[in-house]
Protein backbone atom coordinates (compact mmCIF):
# COMPACT_ATOMS: atom_id res chain seq x y z
CA UNK A 1 0.00 0.00 0.00
CA UNK A 2 2.85 2.66 0.70
CA UNK A 3 3.39 2.05 -3.09
CA UNK A 4 0.52 2.95 -4.25
CA UNK A 5 0.40 5.98 -1.85
CA UNK A 6 3.69 6.96 -3.09
CA UNK A 7 2.47 7.40 -6.44
CA UNK A 8 -0.16 9.55 -5.95
CA UNK A 9 1.88 12.60 -6.08
CA UNK A 10 -0.54 15.10 -7.55
CA UNK A 11 -4.22 14.85 -8.17
CA UNK A 12 -6.52 17.28 -9.84
CA UNK A 13 -9.78 17.00 -8.59
CA UNK A 14 -12.86 17.52 -11.01
CA UNK A 15 -16.48 17.57 -9.80
CA UNK A 16 -18.60 16.82 -12.39
CA UNK A 17 -22.36 18.47 -11.69
CA UNK A 18 -24.89 17.00 -13.94
CA UNK A 19 -24.66 13.78 -15.38
CA UNK A 20 -23.37 13.42 -18.97
CA UNK A 21 -26.83 10.19 -19.44
CA UNK A 22 -25.84 6.67 -18.34
CA UNK A 23 -23.73 5.66 -20.97
CA UNK A 24 -21.66 8.51 -21.79
CA UNK A 25 -20.67 8.61 -18.30
CA UNK A 26 -19.35 5.44 -18.44
CA UNK A 27 -17.85 5.79 -21.45
CA UNK A 28 -15.93 8.89 -20.39
CA UNK A 29 -14.43 7.11 -17.51
CA UNK A 30 -12.01 4.98 -20.21
CA UNK A 31 -11.79 8.30 -22.29
CA UNK A 32 -10.34 9.80 -18.99
CA UNK A 33 -8.14 6.49 -19.17
CA UNK A 34 -6.74 7.66 -22.82
CA UNK A 35 -6.64 10.64 -22.29
CA UNK A 36 -3.94 9.63 -19.19
CA UNK A 37 -2.35 7.17 -21.11
CA UNK A 38 -1.44 9.81 -23.80
CA UNK A 39 -0.19 12.31 -21.41
CA UNK A 40 -3.37 15.00 -22.19
CA UNK A 41 -3.92 14.57 -18.49
CA UNK A 42 -2.38 13.76 -15.46
CA UNK A 43 -3.68 12.14 -12.38
CA UNK A 44 -6.86 12.82 -12.00
CA UNK A 45 -9.82 12.49 -9.84
CA UNK A 46 -13.33 12.86 -11.21
CA UNK A 47 -16.08 13.01 -8.62
CA UNK A 48 -19.92 12.42 -9.86
CA UNK A 49 -23.56 11.89 -9.13
CA UNK A 50 -25.30 9.28 -12.10
CA UNK A 51 -27.98 8.59 -13.58
CA UNK A 52 -30.21 5.18 -13.06
CA UNK A 53 -28.13 2.55 -13.77
CA UNK A 54 -27.11 -0.84 -13.75
CA UNK A 55 -23.64 -1.71 -14.72
CA UNK A 56 -23.42 -5.50 -15.99
CA UNK A 57 -20.50 -7.31 -16.31
CA UNK A 58 -19.28 -9.57 -19.60
CA UNK A 59 -20.02 -12.52 -17.50
CA UNK A 60 -23.36 -11.96 -16.78
CA UNK A 61 -24.27 -11.16 -20.84
CA UNK A 62 -23.65 -14.76 -21.49
CA UNK A 63 -26.20 -16.01 -19.47
CA UNK A 64 -29.32 -16.64 -20.79
CA UNK A 65 -31.58 -14.39 -18.58
CA UNK A 66 -29.34 -11.40 -19.75
CA UNK A 67 -32.07 -10.14 -21.97
CA UNK A 68 -34.90 -10.52 -19.63
CA UNK A 69 -32.60 -8.88 -16.91
CA UNK A 70 -31.74 -6.22 -18.73
CA UNK A 71 -35.62 -5.27 -19.78
CA UNK A 72 -36.39 -5.49 -15.73
CA UNK A 73 -34.20 -2.63 -15.37
CA UNK A 74 -35.37 -0.82 -17.94
CA UNK A 75 -38.98 -1.47 -16.08
CA UNK A 76 -37.41 -0.24 -13.00
CA UNK A 77 -36.43 3.36 -14.61
CA UNK A 78 -32.53 2.12 -14.84
CA UNK A 79 -30.58 1.84 -18.13
CA UNK A 80 -28.86 -1.60 -18.15
CA UNK A 81 -25.22 -0.76 -19.30
CA UNK A 82 -22.01 -3.49 -19.90
CA UNK A 83 -19.04 -2.02 -18.22
CA UNK A 84 -15.28 -3.47 -19.29
CA UNK A 85 -14.44 -4.26 -15.67
CA UNK A 86 -15.65 -4.98 -12.62
CA UNK A 87 -17.61 -8.78 -11.53
CA UNK A 88 -21.22 -8.94 -11.60
CA UNK A 89 -24.71 -6.47 -12.18
CA UNK A 90 -24.08 -3.40 -9.47
CA UNK A 91 -26.93 -0.71 -9.96
CA UNK A 92 -26.32 3.32 -9.08
CA UNK A 93 -28.34 6.41 -8.83
CA UNK A 94 -28.33 9.93 -8.11
CA UNK A 95 -28.01 8.62 -4.62
CA UNK A 96 -24.51 7.34 -5.08
CA UNK A 97 -21.11 8.95 -5.71
CA UNK A 98 -19.24 7.56 -8.49
CA UNK A 99 -15.26 8.66 -7.92
CA UNK A 100 -13.13 7.53 -11.11
CA UNK A 101 -8.92 7.83 -10.37
CA UNK A 102 -7.05 8.04 -13.81
CA UNK A 103 -3.52 7.49 -13.34
CA UNK A 104 -0.80 7.16 -16.36
CA UNK A 105 1.61 4.69 -15.30
CA UNK A 106 4.15 2.82 -17.11
CA UNK A 107 4.08 0.04 -14.64
CA UNK A 108 0.21 0.02 -13.92
CA UNK A 109 -0.16 -3.87 -14.46
CA UNK A 110 2.30 -4.54 -11.46
CA UNK A 111 0.35 -2.60 -8.77
CA UNK A 112 -3.24 -3.83 -9.91
CA UNK A 113 -4.06 -5.73 -6.52
CA UNK A 114 -2.49 -3.45 -4.17
CA UNK A 115 -4.56 -0.43 -5.59
CA UNK A 116 -7.73 -2.57 -4.54
CA UNK A 117 -6.32 -2.79 -0.80
CA UNK A 118 -5.21 0.95 -0.87
CA UNK A 119 -8.57 2.53 -1.84
CA UNK A 120 -10.72 0.12 -0.16
CA UNK A 121 -8.88 1.21 3.16
CA UNK A 122 -8.61 4.69 2.13
CA UNK A 123 -12.82 4.78 1.35
CA UNK A 124 -13.33 2.90 4.57
CA UNK A 125 -11.65 5.53 6.17
CA UNK A 126 -13.66 8.68 4.27
CA UNK A 127 -16.70 6.52 5.45
CA UNK A 128 -15.49 5.94 9.05
CA UNK A 129 -15.13 10.31 9.05
CA UNK A 130 -18.56 10.41 8.41
CA UNK A 131 -19.97 8.08 11.08
CA UNK A 132 -20.00 5.18 9.48
CA UNK A 133 -18.98 1.88 11.14
CA UNK A 134 -17.37 0.43 7.77
CA UNK A 135 -15.05 -1.63 6.54
CA UNK A 136 -13.13 -3.62 3.52
CA UNK A 137 -13.93 -7.25 2.85
CA UNK A 138 -16.58 -9.30 1.15
CA UNK A 139 -19.81 -9.90 3.66
CA UNK A 140 -21.67 -13.18 2.29
CA UNK A 141 -24.74 -13.10 -0.17
CA UNK A 142 -23.63 -9.25 -1.58
CA UNK A 143 -24.46 -8.38 -5.03
CA UNK A 144 -21.38 -8.24 -7.75
CA UNK A 145 -19.15 -9.87 -4.95
CA UNK A 146 -15.44 -8.89 -4.25
CA UNK A 147 -12.65 -9.21 -1.58
CA UNK A 148 -12.34 -5.93 -1.13
CA UNK A 149 -15.72 -4.11 -0.97
CA UNK A 150 -16.22 -2.03 1.43
CA UNK A 151 -19.55 -2.70 4.01
CA UNK A 152 -21.33 -1.08 6.96
CA UNK A 153 -22.43 -1.89 9.90
CA UNK A 154 -25.78 -1.05 11.95
CA UNK A 155 -24.91 0.16 14.95
CA UNK A 156 -27.73 -1.04 16.38
CA UNK A 157 -28.16 -4.47 14.87
CA UNK A 158 -24.69 -5.55 15.06
CA UNK A 159 -25.24 -8.57 12.95
CA UNK A 160 -26.38 -6.58 9.80
CA UNK A 161 -24.25 -5.58 7.32
CA UNK A 162 -24.71 -4.43 3.85
CA UNK A 163 -22.30 -3.30 1.06
CA UNK A 164 -22.02 0.35 0.58
CA UNK A 165 -18.56 0.46 -2.06
CA UNK A 166 -18.14 -1.68 -4.65
CA UNK A 167 -14.67 -1.10 -6.67
CA UNK A 168 -13.33 -1.54 -10.30
CA UNK A 169 -10.11 -0.96 -12.15
CA UNK A 170 -8.98 -0.90 -15.99
CA UNK A 171 -5.75 -1.52 -16.56
CA UNK A 172 -3.96 -0.54 -19.52
CA UNK A 173 -0.78 0.06 -21.09
CA UNK A 174 0.62 3.31 -19.64
CA UNK A 175 -2.63 3.86 -17.41
CA UNK A 176 -5.12 2.68 -15.05
CA UNK A 177 -8.82 3.41 -14.16
CA UNK A 178 -9.90 2.93 -10.49
CA UNK A 179 -13.57 3.17 -10.29
CA UNK A 180 -15.45 3.10 -7.11
CA UNK A 181 -19.46 3.73 -6.28
CA UNK A 182 -20.71 4.63 -3.26
CA UNK A 183 -24.39 4.12 -2.43
CA UNK A 184 -25.04 6.61 0.28
CA UNK A 185 -28.99 7.65 0.04
CA UNK A 186 -32.29 6.25 -0.82
CA UNK A 187 -30.97 2.54 -1.12
CA UNK A 188 -34.57 0.86 -1.82
CA UNK A 189 -34.70 1.34 -6.02
CA UNK A 190 -31.69 0.04 -6.19
CA UNK A 191 -32.11 -3.32 -3.82
CA UNK A 192 -35.52 -3.42 -6.05
CA UNK A 193 -33.57 -3.69 -9.72
CA UNK A 194 -30.74 -5.78 -8.35
CA UNK A 195 -33.42 -8.22 -7.46
CA UNK A 196 -35.27 -8.23 -10.36
CA UNK A 197 -31.84 -8.53 -12.60
CA UNK A 198 -30.06 -11.41 -10.27
CA UNK A 199 -33.73 -13.21 -10.84
CA UNK A 200 -33.52 -12.89 -14.34
CA UNK A 201 -30.00 -14.06 -14.33
CA UNK A 202 -30.47 -16.95 -12.19
CA UNK A 203 -28.09 -15.49 -9.96
CA UNK A 204 -28.18 -16.07 -5.95
CA UNK A 205 -27.29 -13.34 -3.81
CA UNK A 206 -29.01 -11.63 -0.08
CA UNK A 207 -31.17 -8.67 -0.60
CA UNK A 208 -30.37 -7.70 2.90
CA UNK A 209 -26.87 -6.85 1.95
CA UNK A 210 -27.86 -4.08 -0.22
CA UNK A 211 -27.88 -0.49 1.83
CA UNK A 212 -27.08 2.74 1.47
CA UNK A 213 -24.43 4.91 3.71
CA UNK A 214 -27.72 6.47 5.43
CA UNK A 215 -29.70 3.67 6.42
CA UNK A 216 -26.84 3.22 8.95
CA UNK A 217 -26.31 7.04 9.38
CA UNK A 218 -29.76 8.86 8.91
CA UNK A 219 -29.57 12.23 7.82
CA UNK A 220 -26.22 11.36 5.50
CA UNK A 221 -25.71 13.34 2.59
CA UNK A 222 -23.83 12.80 -0.67
CA UNK A 223 -22.11 15.96 -0.38
CA UNK A 224 -21.33 15.34 2.73
CA UNK A 225 -19.40 11.60 1.51
CA UNK A 226 -17.89 13.27 -1.26
CA UNK A 227 -16.04 15.74 0.75
CA UNK A 228 -14.81 13.16 3.10
CA UNK A 229 -13.25 11.80 -0.11
CA UNK A 230 -12.11 14.41 -0.78
CA UNK A 231 -10.04 14.85 2.40
CA UNK A 232 -9.21 11.01 2.76
CA UNK A 233 -7.29 11.99 -0.52
CA UNK A 234 -5.56 14.99 0.63
CA UNK A 235 -3.93 12.90 3.52
CA UNK A 236 -2.05 10.73 0.75
CA UNK A 237 -2.02 13.24 -2.40
CA UNK A 238 -1.46 17.54 -3.05
CA UNK A 239 -4.96 18.11 -4.70
CA UNK A 240 -5.70 21.12 -6.82
CA UNK A 241 -8.95 21.26 -8.09
CA UNK A 242 -10.29 22.25 -11.66
CA UNK A 243 -13.44 22.91 -13.75
CA UNK A 244 -14.86 19.83 -15.45
CA UNK A 245 -14.13 21.78 -18.58
CA UNK A 246 -10.72 21.27 -17.84
CA UNK A 247 -11.42 17.32 -19.51
CA UNK A 248 -14.17 17.71 -20.76
CA UNK A 249 -14.25 21.16 -22.87
CA UNK A 250 -18.03 22.25 -21.72
CA UNK A 251 -19.19 22.57 -18.63
CA UNK A 252 -21.52 19.41 -17.98
Given at each position: MQDVEAGLGT?????????????????????LLAMAK?????????????????AFGQRDTRLPGFEAAAQ???????????????????????GTLVVDHVMPDTDAIAGSKGRFSFFGGLLAQALRDVGVQAAVGEIPGEYCPGEF???????????????LIGTAQRVVSGGWLFSSVIVVEDSAPIRSVLTDSYAALGLDWDPATAGAANDLVPGLTVQAVEDAVVAAYAGHATLRHAGFSSVHGTEA
Open positions: LTVVRQDQTLGAARDLEFGLESGTIGPTLRLYRPAPTVACRDRGFEPLVRKAGGRAAAYHESVHGTDPAHPARRVK
